[in-house]
C-alpha cells in the first residue's frame, strides 16, 4: 500500500477526568428555597502529544447562585487522548475542534450531575452541544475578524 492510499485512523484511547472541583460556600444555601440562577462556561483545547497523538479536554465552570449568594461552583476538566493518523490537515481542526468534544461531553455531563448531586443539590443534566454548529460559527467569526483588520 503507498503512502497515498493509508487509511486515515481516529479513535479514543484512553478518557480521563483531569481537573475536577466542587465547591458549596457557605451552608446557608442549604435553609433557603431553591430558586438558581446559573452560569455556565464551555471551553475545549487540543495539544499534540506526539506525532499521532492528541489530548483534548473539555472544560466547564458552572457557578450556581440562589438569592444572589454562591451556591456552589463546579469545574470540571474531561480530557482524552485520541489517536490521530493520516487525517488530512485541513480536517483536523474540524476533529479537535468538533467531533473530538462531541465524544467527551457526555463524560463531562455526567462527572457534573455526579458532583453537583453528590453535594446535596438537585440534578444538572447540561444541555446537550452540538459542537460542529458550533465549530462553523466559531469558524465564521474568526474569517469575519480576519476580514474585518484585513480592510482596516
Same mark, same amino acid.
Given at each position: 500500500? &503507498? ?8 479513535? /479514543? ?7 475536577? &472541583? ?35 479536554? /473539555? ?19 474531561? &480530557? ?45 443534566? /447540561? ?26
Amino acid at each position: 500500500m &503507498s503512502e497515498e492510499q493509508v487509511q486515515p485512523q481516529l479513535a /479514543l484511547e484512553r478518557i480521563y477526568t483531569k481537573d475536577i &472541583s466542587f465547591e458549596v460556600p457557605g451552608a446557608q444555601v442549604f435553609t433557603k428555597q431553591w430558586q438558581p440562577e446559573l452560569n455556565i462556561n464551555l471551553s475545549s483545547a487540543a495539544e499534540k502529544i506526539d506525532p499521532n497523538h492528541y489530548e483534548v479536554s /473539555l472544560k466547564v465552570v458552572v457557578q450556581a447562585t440562589n438569592e444572589s449568594e454562591t451556591a456552589f461552583i463546579v469545574d470540571v476538566t474531561q &480530557s482524552g487522548i485520541f489517536l490521530v493518523d493520516g487525517v488530512e490537515e485541513d480536517r483536523l481542526p474540524y476533529v479537535l475542534g468538533a467531533y473530538c468534544p462531541n465524544i467527551l461531553f457526555p463524560f463531562l455531563r455526567e462527572a457534573v450531575n455526579d458532583l453537583v448531586t453528590k453535594g446535596s443539590f438537585p440534578q444538572l443534566l /447540561l444541555t446537550p452541544i452540538n459542537f460542529d454548529a458550533e465549530f462553523e460559527a466559531n469558524m465564521q467569526r474568526l474569517q469575519a475578524e480576519g476580514d474585518a483588520q484585513g480592510q482596516a
